[in-house]
């Protein structure tokens, strides 16, 4: 096989193979759905906090699933990246390091978001309009990284081009992730749609070649597996009760 066309399979000692696989599938269904639950409402904040005051159940369920979309494709980042990298390095590693740094901008967005709605619930949406509306440019760290949001993906698609891991369309697919707006209480335009759908298209077939590559797992590593997964809902739960 030609330097150009690497094997899906990929030895990493992080994430490794069924963590790789897993957020390259889960990340941009979990952004895509969260996009489309929202897509019926308007795309600016006081629209936002609207639609969650008529449809609170709808919307945290929208916030949500893009919250948990954001931080599921930190390891499908880093599996990209390190694919890339066989070959490219130096596009490897400005790709994946824009990438995940506009990802965890998008994690302090995402709290934000939960915070105004949260004020919807004690206050009422008038009220909380007006702190938002307040509040809205005020400084945080992470509006440095704006640039990174949307940069990443670009240089990412482009690394995966030279590199050969995504063909052309693939590739162009990730860029699209590009045109998804950015910062607190965005909703959904139709280059929302674009952008999810298109990070679909590019690495959910990866995903699915990933996890169907390489040995099957032992019956010991899945016994090692439900317990470990247990034991993470267990204290997931109980860590929510405080």
């Given amino acids: 096989m030609s330097s150009t066309q690497p094997s899906t399979h990929l030895a990493l000692a992080f994430p490794g193979r069924w963590l790789a696989g897993t957020s390259l599938v889960l990340g941009p269904v979990l952004l895509l759905a969260g996009v489309l639950l929202r ?5 600016f904040f006081p629209d936002q906090l609207a639609a969650y005051d008529r449809h609170p159940t709808l919307m945290t369920a929208s916030y949500s699933c893009f919250a948990a979309g954001t931080v599921a494709l930190c390891p499908a980042v880093s599996a990209l990246a390190t694919r890339i990298a066989a070959t490219r390095p130096t596009l490897a590693a400005f790709g994946g390091g824009l990438a995940l740094l506009g990802l965890f901008a998008r994690t302090f967005h995402a709290g934000a978001d939960h915070l105004a709605f949260q004020l919807v619930d004690t206050q009422g949406r008038r009220s909380a309009t ?20 949307m940069l990443g993906w670009l240089v990412l698609a482009v690394g995966a081009w030279r590199s ?8 162009l697919a ?25 990070l679909c298209v590019a690495l959910v077939p990866l995903g699915l070649a990933t996890l169907r590559d390489g040995p099957r797992p032992a019956r010991r590593s899945l016994a090692w597996f439900g317990i470990a997964a247990l034991a993470v809902t267990t204290l997931g739960f109980v860590s929510s009760l405080g």
Avoid: D, E, N
């Fill in 39 to 43: 897509a019926r409402f308007h795309f």
């Fill in 130 to 149: 007006t702190a938002v509306a307040g509040s809205y440019q005020a400084f945080h760290i992470f509006q440095y990284a704006s640039f990174a949001i």
């Fill in 164 to 171: 050969g891991v995504l063909g052309p369309m693939r590739c």
């Fill in 174 to 198: 990730l860029a699209l992730m590009a045109l998804l707006p950015l910062g607190i209480l965005k909703g959904t335009t139709p280059l929302s749609i674009v952008g999810t759908a298109g």
